[in-house]
């Protein structure tokens, strides 16, 4: 009777531990600006996106974290509760199977990964949702190792104009930025990246932004957003292209309307109209064959 006494003890102990220990996990989650939003590189509302990507981010780790510190606690529960006491002699009763544990074992990760994969869907429509056209679409083009935009005529773009690119050099110095590539994109309008590749396979990534997708030869993905919080934001291609991958930069200028109109206009008189399209691509493998 003791024996069973001092066991019952230890599972309220090691409960209220572990009840402890969930709560200190989730109270832990708003200790500090960093905590709250995961560690990411950005802040809420930087796209009409970024707040939407961070709590699941988040909620997902809360999640994870809650249940590794249950399933940690059990394991230490059945660790201390059925240990192998001082005196025992023999083999403890051998059980075949629990149908009970075993319907528990299935269903409650089953529940788990259909409720991950409800959430992550439906960010993931949402975030993806091109049903109504944006007010700006921008092609834009990575090639070794730079980046080309192509403004194309809509809502907001009155003509279709183009920025060339010129890649970054990295000596060791500090990077003047101001001679990067550079995407404006007008505040509080809905854009449309088309991103392709002029070459190999890029990576089209603003870190701030929380969205990067491939740009693949041939193929044409989108990103689509809303930029909500003027500013300056850093960028870079994602995926290892070349020997010069590193040097592959670019910024983003979230600006006013007005200023937005004043870069268009730069461009119109500078000469930049038309787009510099699919007649600039080209294929590494054909061009290296040809010149054998």
Known sequence: MSSQNRTGSRRVKITSITGLAVAGALVLTGCSP??????????????DHTARIMDLW??????????????WGLLVWCIIAYRRRKGTTGFPKQLSYNLPLE???????????????????????????RSQPADVVVDVRGKQWAWDFNYKKGQVITEDLHEAGVQAHLTGNDVNKDLLPTLYLPVNKSVDLELNSRDVIHSFWVPAFLQKRDMIPGKTN?????????????????????????EM??????VSQSEFQAHMDDLRKAGNTGL?????????DLTTTQTK
């Open 34 to 47: 960093e905590v709250e939003k995961g560690w990411l590189p950005t802040e809420r509302g930087t796209t």
């Open 58 to 71: 988040v909620n997902s780790w809360i999640a994870a974290l809650a249940v590794g510190i249950i399933t």
């Open 103 to 129: 319907v528990f074992y299935l269903t409650i990760p089953l529940f788990m990964v259909l409720v991950f994969f409800y959430f992550t869907d439906q960010d993931q429509r949402a975030i993806d949702d």
């Open 222 to 246: 989108y990103i689509r957003f809303t930029p909500t919080k003027e500013g300056t934001y850093d960028g870079k291609c994602a995926e290892l292209c070349g020997e010069y991958h590193s």
């Open 249 to 254: 930069l670019f910024r983003v200028k979230v």
């Open 276 to 284: 510099l399209g699919a007649d600039y691509d080209r294929n590494p």
